[in-house]
């Protein structure tokens, strides 16, 4: 008979709340952090793609658990954003109540899917309890120098009425727009509040070494904050200006035969001839238009325009083109290069299509391309025969002593624009006095929460929805005005330090203080993170972020250790039955609630655990999905109203033992595919046996292991033996190496070479004991019967053929 999975989902989901089952521990003396990359709580709810990330992490927690540690498995949400604004803004609806609706919405789709989160740890990055300690750690940056006001060129939607993040922008018919709702975006300069995370570069690089993260995320973060060691070269102008160019290779400075700026770099309204000057407005106008992504794609078209100025070169004294580009980034180094078109790929697109010069300063075969590698230098005066090495030194030595170059290292990671002009969002704790100085909020008085009200509409000022609540931007403290802060922080700052906010909780949402005695004996326990796992998208930007946060609480002594997060797994995406990514659109979105109900929980965490490997993107599939539930209904059969023995025959004693090891070795490795073929290889094993001669504890090893996947029929399983529940309280099986050791083999038995019977027997049987066994064969024996045996042919522990007339 097969289980009804909605009987026994309710049953044991009710006795889990009822007994606190996966309560956090601490009483081992082994812990296991492991961590989800929190959902953001949508009004769609939960996908499967969420189920297969949730799941893998699920399977570690419960065999940690069962391997006696102290295990932190928790959940919150990522719960402000511009989702919820746009929604609330849209239909009138406060999205603080939209978003709680969500949350609950989510933590019931958690929760029927057996997961094994302790909920009294749950947080909202939008309750007050929680970002009362983000606005504590801003305060924290501040006071070390590492927040500061600036004016800063931002990506700026004026339907939407706030900054957007490079990842909240899209190009639609070469224009810059809105991911949410499609709106016009262009760059602005505004002043901003920013996080100086370029400090950190160097420590967010060396940190990188020690950490067990996919080799792919670690170069991502790398290239990211892209460390160069160059030189500063000064040029100066025809107009007499300075003007300062980076590069990474000072020996290639005889090639240089132009100039190229970013388009916003400041010293262009100087340089520009005014005959040049609409054409360099109106490209300036243009790259306005330009994604920071787009403006990096080295597949465009190269455009740009001549300002009609020079530039002498410093060591020969010609005169050299000065141009502007969208292709060089006025964020990176000094916002100017000079351009090498003989070396650069970038620059020799450049300068084919405006017809300027091209000097070969590195020994080429071929001058038709860009030589990019080493070679001996040419045409390069004192330079002329050195190699690459050779060259970097000594032109180093002269730009330095001639006082035209100093030594730099230069990074590709910008400070962290950190204003939004939105309401939902963190407010700053942070309040102006009439002279416009920076007065922070005293920590006593935290949080600053946000306002109630219904009007959020954008300011249309460039300031935040919360500017339309004079009551709230005006105060009056010891007889003194102040007004806050209106922009608010962006959905980053809650994600940045989640990881601890878990560690401090209590109960939901109620959170001890970060900087107590009690706090830091908490994170000296748990931390750092022992798995975390979650999608490829934040591979950069939120790891890079909580990184940075981490080590500068380290610094300051409030965490035991600089990194975070030790192991890092990407899953993989489930994609459609078409291999297409899932999207409403595409109408290929499977819904994990009507899987749940018409294939339960089990089989679909079972389903999505043996697709393939935990990183890989493959398709869904319904045939797939009809397996997994037909294997778990063969599995309860085994188990159900069948009397086991309590004496070991061993018939199982090697396939038991064998897969408890390699499962358990699969498990660790996190590749559950493999791991659940074992356990198919013991229940085919059982089903060979009689059933009421199975060694009884070889079925409860079997649903041991099998319950860390599928929870509701372990559970099930496991109090049908008799036993107690909970089954994630027991201990894991173990194997015993002895076991391991095949003592018997199958003899196949033949008869003019054509299989007529076989026998399990012991190894190392002789040539006659094998012969004497083929012959009491009732097959082997009806065909020997009166014939004559011609030859006896025996292959020790393998075979037995007897040659007949």
Same mark, same amino acid.
């Given at each position: ?100 609706? #969500? ?8 929760? +029927? ?23 504590? &750690? ?83 973060? *790398? #290239? ?28 290639? &400075? ?80 000094? %916002? ?75 990074? +590709? ?8 002009? *939105? ?54 403290? #010891? ?67 909580? *990184? ?112 408890? !090891? ?8 996190? +590749? ?18 009689? =059933? ?8 409860? %090893? ?10 509701? =029929? ?48 012991? !190894? ?11 012959? +009491? ?20 522990? !393998? ?7």
């Amino acid at each position: 008979m097969d289980f009804s999975h909605r009987a026994i989902e309710k049953k044991w989901r009710l006795y889990w709340e009822q007994n606190k089952t996966y309560q956090t521990t601490n009483t081992h003396d082994k812990k296991s952090y492991i961590l989800d990359m929190f959902p953001y709580p949508s009004g769609s709810g939960l996908h499967v793609g969420h189920v297969k990330g949730y799941t893998a992490t699920d399977i570690i927690a419960r065999y940690k658990r069962m391997n006696g540690y102290d295990v932190l498995h928790p959940i919150g949400y990522d719960a402000f954003g511009l989702p919820a604004e746009q929604y609330a803004l849209k239909t009138g609806n406060d999205p603080r109540e939209f978003t709680l609706k #969500n949350i609950a919405v989510f933590r019931e789709q958690l929760q +029927k899917l057996g997961f094994s989160y302790d909920y009294e740890k749950e947080v909202n990055t939008s309750h007050p309890n929680f970002y009362k300690t983000t606005q504590w &750690i801003f305060e924290q940056l501040y006071q070390q120098g590492l927040a500061e006001l600036r004016y800063a060129d931002v990506n700026w939607c004026p339907e939407l009425g706030t900054v957007l993040a490079n990842e909240e922008v899209i190009v639609v018919d070469n224009k810059m727009v809105s991911e949410v709702g499609g709106f016009p975006v262009v760059k602005k300069p505004m002043r901003q509040w920013v996080l100086l995370i370029t400090k950190y570069a160097d420590k967010l690089l060396t940190g990188l070494d020690a950490l067990d993260w996919p080799s792919s995320v670690k170069e991502l973060q *790398r #290239n990211w904050i892209g460390k160069s060691e160059g030189m500063e070269i000064n040029f100066l102008t025809t107009f007499g200006d300075e003007l300062k160019v980076f590069t990474t290779r000072p020996d290639t &400075i005889y090639g240089v035969t132009y100039l190229v700026l970013a388009p916003e770099n400041p010293i262009i309204s100087k340089l520009t001839a005014v005959e040049q000057k609409a054409s360099v407005e109106a490209y300036q106008e243009l790259t306005q238009q330009k994604t920071e992504l787009e403006r990096k794609d080295d597949s465009r078209p190269k455009t740009g325009v001549f300002l009609g100025s020079y530039a002498l070169h410093p060591l020969t004294g010609e005169k050299l083109p000065i141009w502007i580009a969208d292709y060089v980034l006025n964020d990176y180094a000094t %916002g100017a290069v000079m351009a090498v078109p003989a070396h650069d790929t970038r620059d020799w697109e450049f300068a084919q299509k405006f017809n300027l010069p091209i000097k070969f300063v590195l020994e080429s075969k071929s001058q038709i391309k860009p030589f990019i590698g080493d070679a001996k230098h040419i045409n390069s005066e004192t330079l002329n025969g050195l190699t690459t090495t050779k060259a970097l030194s000594v032109s180093k030595k002269i730009l330095s002593e001639q006082k035209i170059g100093v030594v730099k290292t230069n990074y +590709k990671l910008r400070d962290w624009l950190f204003s939004r002009q *939105r309401f939902y969002g963190e407010p700053f704790p942070v309040l102006y006095n009439d002279q416009d100085e920076i007065i922070l909020v005293d920590p006593a008085q935290l949080p600053v929460t946000l306002p109630s009200g219904e009007y959020i509409k954008p300011s249309g000022t460039g300031e935040s929805p919360l500017a339309n609540f004079p009551d709230w931007v005006n105060i009056e403290q #010891n007889n003194q005005h102040y007004r806050r802060e209106t922009n608010t922080m962006p959905q980053w700052a809650g994600s940045s330090w989640y990881f601890l906010a878990y560690i401090l909780t209590n109960t939901p949402n109620e959170l001890i203080d970060i900087n107590s005695p009690e706090a830091r004996e908490r994170f000296k326990k748990w931390l750092p993170v022992d798995l975390y796992v979650g999608g490829q998208e934040h591979a950069v930007l939120h790891l890079l972020y909580a *990184r940075f946060w981490n080590q500068v609480l380290f610094d300051q002594k409030i965490v035991p250790y600089a990194e975070p997060f030790q192991k890092l797994v990407n899953q993989g995406m489930i994609l459609g039955p078409n291999g297409e990514k899932m999207s409403k659109s595409k109408g290929n979105v499977i819904n994990p609630d009507e899987i749940i109900e018409t294939h339960g929980a089990d089989a679909l965490r079972l389903y999505e655990m043996f697709m393939g490997p935990i990183d890989a993107s493959l398709p869904w599939s319904y045939e797939g999905l009809d397996g997994a539930m037909k294997w778990l209904n063969r599995v309860y059969r085994l188990v159900s109203g069948n009397q086991f023995s309590h004496e070991n025959n061993h018939h199982l004693d090697f396939v038991y033992h064998q897969v408890v !090891k390699n499962y358990t070795e699969m498990i660790t490795d996190l +590749k559950f595919n493999t791991a659940i073929s074992q356990l198919m290889v013991l229940v085919n094993a059982m089903y060979k046996e009689e =059933l009421v001669t199975i060694y009884q504890p070889y079925v409860e %090893g079997l649903i041991l292991m099998l319950s860390v996947i599928t929870p509701y =029929l372990g559970e099930e399983m496991w109090s049908l033996l008799g036993h107690e529940p909970s089954v994630i309280l027991q201990p894991w099986p173990v194997y015993d190496a002895e076991k391991l050791v095949l003592t018997t083999t199958t003899v196949v038995f033949q008869v003019n070479g054509k299989v007529r019977g076989k026998a399990v027997v012991k !190894k190392g049987l002789s040539q006659q004991e094998l012969i004497a066994l083929a012959k +009491k064969d009732s097959h082997v024996e009806a065909y020997l019967s009166g014939k004559e045996i011609v030859k006896e042919i025996v292959v020790l522990d !393998k075979i037995v053929n007897f040659v007949i007339e």
